[in-house]
């Protein structure tokens, strides 16, 4: 029997997405948006997921985050072990900003304490089955949110090679799937170029 083959599911936050998300996160973090239970959505939870919006790190990388990795002056943590070995995860000022937030939970080497002592936080699904609901997002997984990433990056001009490095990517093969978003920028590009260049003619 032949399988069909299975297609890469593509998800994308628009710009107008993004503004919902961050929306939700910061009602979250002020305890105006609560779960279904009326209880307060989780701080630390919701540090992490803002961290992932920021990073376009794997969710297992910021879960597992440790203090000692981190240089903070040069805005990034040197990560041991992560899916494709050793590689730098690069923070800008608001990354670094959602670090110093995240310190008054420091309790241990980890960046986001899970409830057992020395241990990570270990899921952040409940947290952000809150989010989504509230910012209309219900189709975006977590995963998701490291295509955003990407997309961003390629949509304000950067290479794929570029783009490769910060997600930590090993194969040019696994950057490749953006290819598509660089070539429609390209196309916007020629665009923006043909009617500049149609309208010397007149």
Same mark, same amino acid.
């Given at each position: ?35 279904? +239970? ?8 919701? @540090?992490? #997921?803002?961290?992932?919006? *920021?990073?376009?790190? =794997?969710? /297992? ?63 952040? +699904? ?8 509230? @910012?209309? #997002?219900?189709?975006?997984? *977590?995963?998701?949110? =490291?295509? /955003? ?22 194969s040019p ?29 007149s």
């Amino acid at each position: 029997m032949t399988k069909f083959k299975e297609e890469k599911r593509k998800r994308y936050l628009s710009r107008e997405e993004y503004t919902s998300l961050f929306a939700a996160l910061d009602a979250a973090e002020m305890g105006t948006l609560l779960t279904e +239970k009326g209880s307060r959505v989780s701080p630390i939870a919701c @540090a992490a #997921i803002r961290l992932l919006l *920021l990073t376009g790190a =794997r969710k /297992s990388e910021i879960l597992g985050l440790e203090w000692s990795w981190i240089n903070q002056s040069g805005g990034f943590a040197d990560l041991p072990d992560s899916k494709t070995g050793t590689r730098r995860l690069y923070f800008d000022e608001s990354a670094l900003a959602v670090l110093e937030t995240t310190a008054q939970f420091r309790d241990g080497p980890f960046v986001f304490p899970g409830a057992n002592p020395g241990k990570p936080l270990m899921d952040i +699904k409940k947290t952000w089955e809150v989010l989504r609901v509230a @910012a209309n #997002i219900k189709d975006v997984r *977590l995963h998701d949110l =490291r295509h /955003s990433y990407a997309s961003v990056g390629v949509s304000g001009g950067m290479s794929l090679p570029q783009i490769g490095k910060l997600l930590g990517h090993s194969s040019p093969q696994t950057t490749a799937r953006y290819a598509h978003l660089a070539d429609e920028v390209q196309h916007q590009s020629a665009a923006l170029i043909g009617a500049q260049l149609t309208a010397r003619k007149s």
